[in-house]
């Protein structure tokens, strides 16, 4: 719990740093365009009390310093209806271009729609809405939730009982990857799934659902399948406590610097790489293309990769 502290205590400090008293950050390097103008582009973030999150972002703004972009940066908090009056303010500062991580499909959707209205490009990052925006930089949630549900299958031999954490109800990424999880379940009709439930992408939420279905299903449980590594982080611990960690398979999705770790101990059994870097600097090198009139690709999808301990070392920075 001291590295959790630790962590936690670190993003805060991020978080303070990037966040200005309105809520927004700006990257102070500038670079002008063709017409002497610099290029401006807002980036709204679904919270930057995400680990995950965090490392999308400090790579927007890195690359955003390279490129000599200035880079306005506000947190969502969760909220999609705060997500859509920030992007609001965008279209009303005139940014060149706005780097969207949606909050949710349906209701981060108009802010989208504001955009694209006003003319200005928006990229989506990590997280899809229903409305397509101007170009997408992601990877395929599904797969990622494939490669996690065949890593238990393996595991258990094709039989058993799992438990999932979800991500937060309604959001692209907890969607997709419900639905990759039980296109593996139904592959395997001896491996049942006895309880789901959100942990909002939180550790600690996680982990008091799991002292829940500790206390109902006791040694039943087989498996835990979380939607991202802070989850299944929660689920370890709670299985720790109850000193049933060695009787249960936990697999995550991120590959956070914890969960590294994590599955390094052998604490958690596999994690599923999703490289966050590229996600970010694939997204602000797309809306700088945009913004300036070059060609783009409508769709970047960055692939995941199953971690284990066999192969841990490679992902350690």
């Not at 997280?127 to 101007?134: A, G, L, N, R």
């Not at 498996?223 to 709670?238: I, R, Y």
């Not at 406590?241 to 052998?266: E, F, H, R, T, Y």
Request: charged residues 20%.
């Amino acid at each position: 719990m001291k590295r959790s502290s630790l962590t936690v205590f670190s993003l805060t400090l991020s978080f303070v740093a990037l966040v200005t008293a309105c809520n927004q950050s700006t990257t102070s390097e500038t670079s002008q365009k063709g017409d002497g103008k610099k290029l401006v582009i807002g980036a709204t973030m679904l919270s930057m009390q995400n680990e995950f999150i965090v490392n999308v972002h400090d790579e927007i703004a890195k690359k955003a310093g390279e490129a000599g972009v200035e880079l306005i940066t506000v947190d969502a908090e969760r909220s999609a209806l705060k997500q859509v009056e920030q992007v609001e303010s965008f279209i009303a500062q005139k940014v060149d271009a706005i780097i969207m991580n949606p909050c949710e499909v349906e209701a981060s959707s108009p802010a989208v729609t504001k955009a694209l209205a006003a003319k200005i490009p928006i990229i989506n990052v990590n997280s899809e809405t229903s409305v397509k925006p101007s170009a997408f930089v992601g990877s395929d949630d599904v797969e990622s939730a494939r490669i996690a549900m065949k890593f238990i299958a393996d595991k258990l031999g094709g039989k058993g009982n799992v438990v999932m954490i979800h991500g937060y109800m309604g959001q692209a990424a907890q969607i997709k990857r419900e639905q990759g999880a039980r296109e593996i379940l139904k592959q395997y009709p001896n491996l049942k799934l006895i309880a789901h439930q959100t942990g909002e992408w939180d550790r600690a939420k996680a982990m008091s659902l799991m002292e829940n279905w500790i206390q109902s299903y006791g040694s039943d449980i087989n498996a835990v399948f979380a939607h991202n590594d802070e989850m299944g982080l929660g689920a370890v611990k709670a299985l720790t406590d109850a000193g049933l960690k060695n009787k249960v398979v936990v697999v995550s999705i991120d590959a956070i610097p914890d969960g590294l770790q994590a599955v390094q101990k052998g604490t958690l059994d596999a994690t599923v790489f999703q490289n966050a870097e590229q996600q970010g600097a694939k997204a602000i090198e797309t809306a700088v293309k945009i913004a300036n009139g070059q060609p783009y690709e409508k769709e970047v999808l960055i692939p995941f990769q199953l971690v284990t301990k066999a192969n841990v070392a490679q992902f350690m920075k």
